[in-house]
């Protein structure tokens, strides 16, 4: 026992002095290095110099309704060595930290060396690091010649966020970076922020020549621009959208609109790698609505047609797939989404004034006027000789999300149509605004109508195919949807719900939209918009009543 004790007491004293030995050498190299270039002797002409460096690659901020900043970064941590003032580093007086700067560096590169660094040519060196050890090098004292800043390069990789849809005023046409249009609302944000400057950090060097603490420098005059995005009902909207129970759905689309007002309050998508289901982006038409058209066609039976809602049809299923509902009114035929009796109703109408009556509400136009050729569809009006019972369903013509969702104000605003927008205002530097920017109200419809229509909507919630978004003690009215499409050759679905919720004396418009969902889950059920859409619309629904 006592042998193992004295030879362990050898090694403990071996390890000691190899320490010690490792030690004294990089004294006698850093003395060597210092004779060696003279580095003491040197003075510094630069000793009330400043040194600037970029701290972002973008020139403007992208503030939610609140102010708060709705970028992502991809944060990175630099080091500089400033080589005339470096060399004035003493080691007798500094010793220390010369020696921490050293083993911090070498854990970030193992060829780190003073040798490498004293002889290299350059003005100053650049040293990508962690965070870590950008926080223990901001903790040395006194060491001359060196600085350090974080650096905030916007994500970009999920190109179809929103967020980053409408900062981008290019995009890549067949692998050639083109401008967007000039009239698109990327353009007229880029025309507000073009010669904003680059917010920088800037470096004092003192008389003794180390760099002070960094002070950031944004020039006044730089605009940012705000939304009217609410950043925390987004994140909570994609949070919902990528939860576990709609694993079965590559993608999923939702937008939140305040009705009376017009602000988009949440736009956001499951995979935001793809194409941008709610503004119809990636150079297609848009989707079919099938039966949340058939609001349209009911507020123009009513406003047009001389209907009334109790009116009585008799549904023999020749329309709807084999499916028997008999006799039915009107009312009762929103409810349980009959083909049949909505194909009558808009022989009644006729097809000029349901077209014209979709135009009036923001259909088959661009409503935020984002890029033509990529970024958000018109949609397309019904082809000729499709037939009216087509159209009357919501067959025949695409739509996208965003103009679904902007036709319900009319429906909740007493018949005004509130064009829903994105953009409220550029800000200065405290804040204050420097342009707003409006949307457009427009009567389209009757009270009357917008009443009745609003109120057989909450009935399809509360005992139609709507049931799934009902929540107890709250005014919610929906219309689901099952639009038949075709997917890479073969016959698909989208599912659809859009409907409104009152909170607070506020309406809110909310639009769903589930792609290419198949006809049958992984239960064996058939899938349509009433167990696909309408339960992301309950819990969107849910988030909203919780503030």
């Not at 002070?215 to 005059?221: P, Y």
Request: glycine share 8%; proline share 2%.
């Amino acid at each position: 026992m006592l042998n193992n004790n004295k030879i362990e007491f050898k090694r403990i004293r071996a390890y000691k002095w190899i320490v010690f030995g490792i030690f004294l050498l990089l004294i006698v190299r850093l003395y060597y290095l210092q004779n060696k270039y003279n580095l003491v002797a040197e003075t510094s002409s630069d000793a009330h110099n400043f040194q600037s460096e970029k701290i972002s690659d973008t020139n403007f901020l992208l503030l939610d309704d609140k102010g708060r900043d709705l970028s992502d970064y991809n944060k990175s941590y630099v080091l500089i060595i400033d080589l005339k003032p470096f060399k004035l580093n003493n080691v007798e007086q500094n010793l220390q930290n010369l020696m921490a700067f050293n083993f911090i560096m070498k854990s970030e590169d193992k060829d780190f060396s003073f040798d490498k660094v004293i002889q290299s040519n350059k003005f100053k060196l650049y040293y990508k690091i962690s965070e870590d050890s950008y926080n223990k090098i901001k903790e040395l004292k006194n060491l001359k010649g060196i600085y350090c800043y974080r650096y905030d390069e916007t994500q970009k990789k999920e190109s179809w966020k929103i967020e980053n849809m409408i900062i981008k005023n290019t995009y890549y046409d067949g692998g050639r970076e083109t401008e967007k249009s000039v009239n698109s609302l990327e353009q007229k944000l880029n025309g507000y922020i073009k010669d904003n400057k680059v917010p920088q950090a800037k470096f004092s060097l003192d008389a003794n020549s180390i760099y002070n603490e960094e002070k950031f420098d944004i020039s006044d005059k730089n605009l940012n621009i705000q939304l009217t995005l609410d950043r925390d009902l987004q994140e909570k909207i994609r949070s919902i959208l990528n939860s576990d129970k709609y694993k079965e759905f590559k993608n999923i689309g939702a937008v939140v609109v305040e009705a009376k007002t017009g602000k988009i309050r949440a736009l956001a998508q499951k995979n935001e790698s793809m194409p941008n289901l709610i503004t119809g982006a990636g150079g297609g038409y848009g989707y079919d609505p099938g039966s949340i058209f058939k609001i349209i066609t009911e507020e123009a039976a009513l406003e047009y047609g001389n209907v009334n809602l109790n009116e009585k049809y008799t549904c023999a299923g020749q329309k709807c797939k084999g499916k028997i509902h008999g006799t039915l009114t009107v009312r009762q035929a929103l409810d349980v989404s009959c083909n049949y009796v909505f194909s009558k109703l808009g022989d009644k109408v006729g097809e000029d004034k349901i077209v014209y009556l979709a135009k009036k509400q923001g259909l088959f136009s661009r409503v935020l006027g984002l890029d033509e050729k990529t970024m958000e569809s018109a949609g397309q009006e019904p082809q000729e000789k499709i037939g009216i019972d087509n159209l009357s369903i919501g067959q025949s013509l695409y739509v996208t999300p965003l103009q679904m969702v902007g036709m319900l104000s009319s429906v909740v605003n007493n018949g005004k149509y509130v064009k829903p927008y994105l953009v409220d205002s550029t800000v200065n530097q405290k804040g204050e605004v420097a342009n707003k920017f409006n949307t457009t109200y427009e009567q389209v419809i009757s009270p009357t109508t917008a009443r009745l229509v609003r109120d057989n909507m909450i009935q399809v919630v509360e005992k139609g195919t709507g049931i799934n978004a009902m929540i107890k003690g709250v005014e919610i009215g929906g219309k689901t949807g099952t639009a038949e499409t075709v997917n890479e050759g073969k016959k698909d679905f989208h599912g659809w719900f859009i409907g409104f919720l009152k909170q607070d004396n506020n309406y809110y418009t909310i639009a769903v939209m589930v792609p290419n969902i198949g006809d049958k889950n992984e239960n064996g059920d058939n899938t349509v918009g009433g167990n696909t859409a309408t339960p992301v619309f309950k819990e969107i629904v849910q988030e909203i009543i919780k503030k």
